[in-house]
């Protein structure tokens, strides 16, 4: 039968493109995000974390900037390539949450080689 | 160094089963978290297990239930199946309540 689900922002992109993926986050009193990444069929793999007194970290490759004004997130991705395609998830949590996190709705990248 | 592991990859059950998903923390880590996540969507918070002990609940049934062993690994319980809690089960572990979460592959329950 046909399956039903939420439709996922997409985001496509031509390989070698920088990438930017975007997150608004809930809850004002988070102090700790996360991106994920997952690809079809597995679970979410760990990309990058910024806590809420930086404003900007860097990674392999990725970068993820945090407007704690606006309670904005977002990943750049760099020279994007075919096995970055996949759904991005961000999460949140703060201290009084005890480690629970709040995932977004998902972004789904795909990179045209 | 092994990841999470998770147990089974796949389980069909028909409604009113009870199913049992088992989870083995990243080597030195002490918390697990369950998550489910319906197709499309991002994971759902289940709970939190930490020191053998539930530490925190989503805005589930009291059909979930788990269970934290002495050797950190864990059991998600649910009773009564219905066919809305086809999900994918996602087990995630961490180095006590506040570190950074690492996911395990899942496993898929098909409810019919």
């Known amino acids: 039968g046909e399956s039903v689900g939420l439709h996922l922002p997409t985001l496509s992109v031509q390989e070698g493109d920088n990438s930017i993926i975007n997150c608004a986050y809930s809850n004002s009193a988070s102090d700790y995000f996360i991106w994920y990444k997952q690809e079809s069929g597995k679970g979410p793999q760990f990309i990058i974390d910024?806590?809420?007194?930086?404003d900007k970290r860097q990674g392999q490759r990725v970068t993820v900037l945090l407007n704690k004004t606006v309670k904005h997130l977002s990943l750049q991705i760099a020279a994007t390539q075919p096995g970055d395609s996949a759904v991005y998830f961000c999460a949140e949590t703060f201290y009084n949450q005890g480690g629970k996190l709040i995932f977004g709705q998902g972004t789904e990248l795909s990179v045209k080689p | 160094d092994a990841g999470v592991t998770q147990s089974p990859t796949h389980l069909i059950k028909t409604r009113g089963q009870q199913v049992t998903l088992r989870c083995s923390p990243k080597s030195g880590h002490d918390t697990v978290s369950w998550y489910q996540q319906a197709l499309g969507q991002g994971p759902q918070f289940i709970f939190q297990y930490y020191e053998e002990e539930e530490r925190q609940r989503g805005n589930f049934p009291d059909r979930f239930s788990g269970h934290q062993f002495p050797n950190y690994s864990s059991e998600l319980n649910v009773n009564a199946l219905l066919l809305g809690d086809s999900a994918l089960y996602l087990c995630?572990?961490?180095?006590?309540?506040?570190?950074?979460?690492?996911f395990g592959p899942g496993t898929r329950l098909l409810v019919l």
């Open positions: 910024i806590r809420s007194n930086m």
């Open positions: 995630a572990s961490s180095l006590d309540l506040q570190e950074t979460q690492y």
